[in-house]
């Protein structure tokens, strides 16, 4: 190392271990996931709204999203599914009302809680949604509070909401809230496979005008034709009349109304006039050659 004929370390030598990968933390990451939004990164504030995956989000940021759907950054990763307001429900929570424990931040301390068991909407213990409702509830108190009995003794249709008494049903309308990696794949399957269902609205208005004017019921199109038949009569009827009132005028009452006579170019200072001085030319058109008619004793003008 220097120049006193010494050995030269290689990097095996200096490096004894290899670097461990630095490892998340799961408490954090929990905590992010159930107190804050999935979008914004913000607290949870209500309203809150899910969507079909489970994902907790602000309603206003939700909103901010579909308006522009560049405002956030990895937007169309996390929730490019939304596509209305209507892909979302807004949720029915319960707030917690302890008190925040001694040496403890508030934003570490559960928002919210089942209102059935009273447990903490940490991410111990898992928690649901009721689409019909969004009534949030434990699936261990929603599983205690179970209207229908279990498999084997018959079951009912719909099961019933502890909460609200809305109807639901227990294989679709149960949504989990940050469902792990698998069930979440499977929700964003069921997603795809209702979306496809979903049938193909007409975006022309003019297939919608053509489609009310076809389900137009006879009695109507039957009801236009009969008006438009009496229409026709009824113009028939007065144009006859009014031929027949007219017949019956006398030539001075038919002048008052008659048009404007296109043919007479005289006005009322050249009528007699201008029809003499026709008159005069056609005596004299035989001399017209002549500047002196000697038979009408007439001295034409110069042609």
Request: hydrophobic share 35%.
């Amino acid at each position: 190392m220097g120049n006193d004929g010494g050995s030269i370390p290689d990097r095996r030598d200096l490096v004894k271990s290899k670097p461990k990968a630095e490892a998340l933390d799961k408490a954090n990451q929990t905590r992010a996931r159930w107190g804050f939004c999935a979008l914004s990164k913000r607290r949870l504030q209500e309203p809150v709204v899910s969507c079909a995956l489970g994902k907790l989000y602000n309603k206003d940021a939700i909103i901010e999203f579909l308006l522009d759907r560049d405002a956030y950054g990895d937007g169309e990763n996390i929730c490019g599914h939304v596509r209305s307001l209507k892909d979302v429900k807004t949720l029915s929570l319960t707030a917690n009302q302890a008190p925040v424990p001694a040496g403890k931040e508030p934003s570490e301390h559960p928002q919210f809680v089942c209102p059935l068991t009273l447990k903490e909407m940490n991410g111990a213990t898992p928690f649901v949604y009721l689409r019909p409702c969004g009534c949030v509830l434990s699936l261990a108190g929603l599983n205690a509070m179970r209207s229908t009995p279990q498999d084997g003794e018959g079951q009912t249709e719909k099961d019933t909401c502890p909460q609200c008494a809305a109807k639901y049903s227990r294989d679709t309308d149960c949504i989990p809230l940050n469902p792990g990696a698998e069930e979440e794949e499977r929700l964003r399957a069921a997603l795809s496979a209702q979306r496809l269902l979903e049938p193909v609205k007409k975006s022309k208005k003019r297939k919608a005008a053509a489609d009310a004017a076809a389900a137009e019921p006879p009695a109507k199109k039957a009801a236009t034709a009969t008006i438009a038949t009496a229409s026709n009569s009824l113009r028939s009827t007065l144009a006859m009349e009014e031929a027949k009132r007219k017949a019956g005028m006398s030539d001075a009452v038919k002048a008052l109304y008659s048009g404007k006579d296109t043919g007479r170019k005289e006005t009322f200072m050249t009528m007699g006039t201008f029809t003499r001085v026709s008159r005069l030319h056609e005596i004299l058109l035989p001399c017209a050659n002549r500047r002196f008619c000697s038979t009408h004793s007439v001295r034409l003008p110069c042609m």
